[in-house]
C-alpha cells in the first residue's frame, strides 16, 4: 500500500513571516492525517520554517538545487546546505524550470543523482506541453522524460523518489487533465518504472499528479488507482484550500 503524498510547491510566494503564518496553520492538521504533507518553500524561508516544524509531522522541501558541491555558481544552492537546514525533499524538473530557466533532462539526471547521492528525495516532474499532448506525444514524452532523469539512479535510490506528472497545460490555468486521462498517464509512467528496474518498484513507486489540483477536485483526483497525491501550486498557498486537499 503506497502512502499518499501532498505537497505544496509555494513557487516564488510568501516571505519568511507569511511563510511562518501558514506553517502554523498546516502544523496540527498535519499531524492528524495519515497522508505525507511537504512544503517546499522559497530558499530564503527554509531555515526559518524548519525551525517552526519543531517535531511536527509536517514535512520540508526545496524547489531546487545545483548538482555540483560547491564552487563559482553565483546564486546557485548545493544539496548539501539544502541538507544543513533539514530539508527532505526536493523538486527537480519543474516545467517552470525547463521553460524559463532552460533546464534539459541532462541537467535534470544530474540534479537528481546529485539529491540522491546527498540523502534528499527529489521530487521529479515530468509532463506534455499543450503542443505535445495535441500531436499525440504525451507517451513518448514523459517516457523520454523519466528515462533520461533517472539514467544511472540505481534501483535502490529510486525508492526513495517521488515522480509528479503535471501536465504543463494544466499548470496554473485553472485546466486539469481529466482524473482517468491524469491516471492512464500515470499508469504509463509506472510501466516504463516497471521496465527500468522492476515490477516491484513499479508498484511501490509514489507517482503524483500535479496541474490544478484544487480541494474541489481532490477528491476524484485522489480515488484513481494509480495517483498517489498531489503536487499543488496555486492551492497551497491558502491553508484551507491546501487542507482540503490533504484531507481529501
Ligand atoms: O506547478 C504546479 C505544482 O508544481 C501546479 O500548479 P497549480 O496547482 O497552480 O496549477
Known amino acids: 500500500m503506497r502512502r499518499p503524498i501532498i505537497a505544496g510547491n509555494w513557487k516564488m510566494h510568501k516571505t519568511i513571516k507569511e511563510a511562518l503564518e501558514m506553517v502554523n496553520d498546516l502544523k496540527e492538521e498535519a499531524n492528524k492525517t495519515d497522508v505525507e504533507v511537504v512544503v517546499c518553500v522559497p530558499f530564503t524561508c527554509l531555515s526559518e520554517v524548519k525551525k517552526a516544524l519543531d517535531g511536527s509531522k ?13 564552487g563559482a555558481y553565483t546564486g546557485e544552492v548545493s544539496a548539501e546546505m539544502l541538507k544543513e537546514i533539514g ?19 541532462e541537467t535534470v539526471n544530474k540534479k537528481v543523482k546529485k539529491a540522491l547521492k546527498k540523502g534528499l528525495k527529489p521530487i521529479l516532474c515530468v509532463g506534455e506541453t499543450l503542443d505535445e499532448r495535441e500531436a499525440d506525444k504525451t507517451f513518448q514524452i514523459v517516457k523520454s522524460q523519466t528515462l533520461l532523469a533517472l539514467e544511472g539512479v540505481s534501483a535502490e ?4 523518489l517521488v515522480i509528479a506528472y503535471e501536465p504543463v497545460w494544466a499548470i496554473g490555468t485553472g ?4 482524473s482517468q486521462d491524469a491516471n492512464t498517464v500515470i499508469a504509463y509512467i509506472r510501466e516504463v518504472i516497471g521496465e527500468i528496474y ?3 518498484i513499479s508498484e511501490e513507486i509514489r507517482i503524483q499528479y500535479g496541474g490544478s489540483v484544487k480541494a474541489a477536485n481532490a477528491t476524484e483526483i485522489m480515488g484513481e488507482a494509480d495517483i498517489d497525491g498531489a503536487l499543488v501550486g496555486g492551492a497551497s498557498l491558502e491553508a484551507d484550500q491546501f487542507l482540503g486537499i490533504v484531507n481529501f
Open 58 to 70: 509536517l514535512k520540508l522541501g526545496a524547489q531546487n538545487l545545483f548538482w555540483e558541491d560547491k
Open 87 to 105: 530539508v527532505e525533499y526536493v523538486i527537480i524538473g519543474h516545467s517552470e524550470r525547463r521553460q524559463y530557466f532552460h533546464e534539459t533532462d
Open 157 to 160: 535510490d529510486v525508492r526513495k
Open 175 to 178: 485546466k486539469t487533465a481529466s
Open 198 to 200: 522492476n515490477d516491484t
